[in-house]
């Protein structure tokens, strides 16, 4: 059994930067990518980054959602079991419960929320004016 436990949300002013960290606790399954989704009130969840979980960090594939593009960054320490979304440049419209998922099967579609088998409780992100 996958689980997976987010932190680091909180009250940000716009301009400033979070860290969310999910860790991830697979026991002997290997996970094939990570992800971080996020939904706002009202709206669907969105997806936010990607990436890869084998290897080292430097071969690992990343993708990111276009609104967030050149602002966050998704990384990972294996021997940690822990996913890092590195948050800079916050804007009110980042304001969403953020969440980590975890899929065990190799997929070209990370983008998409039906590739995650698994899913973290989330952690709320607010950032003010």
């Known amino acids: 059994q996958v689980q997976l436990v987010e932190s680091g949300g909180g009250l940000v002013q716009a301009g400033g930067s979070l860290r969310l960290s999910c860790v991830v606790s697979?026991?002997?399954?290997?996970?094939?990518?990570m992800s971080w989704f996020r939904q706002a009130p009202g709206k669907e969840r969105e997806f936010v980054a990607a990436?890869?979980?084998?290897?080292?960090?430097?071969?690992?594939?990343?993708y990111y959602g276009n609104s967030v593009k050149g602002r966050f960054a998704i990384s990972r320490d294996n021997g940690k079991n822990t996913g890092y979304l590195q948050m800079s440049s916050l804007r009110p419209e980042d304001t969403a419960v953020y969440f980590c998922?975890?899929?065990?099967?190799?997929?070209?579609?990370?983008?998409?929320?039906?590739?995650?088998?698994?899913w973290g409780q989330g952690t709320q992100v607010t950032v003010s004016l």
């Open positions: 998922g975890a899929t065990l099967t190799s997929t070209a579609w990370l983008e998409r929320q039906y590739a995650y088998d698994y």
């Open positions: 697979s026991g002997t399954a290997s996970i094939y990518a």
């Open positions: 990436i890869t979980w084998s290897g080292s960090m430097i071969t690992s594939e990343t």
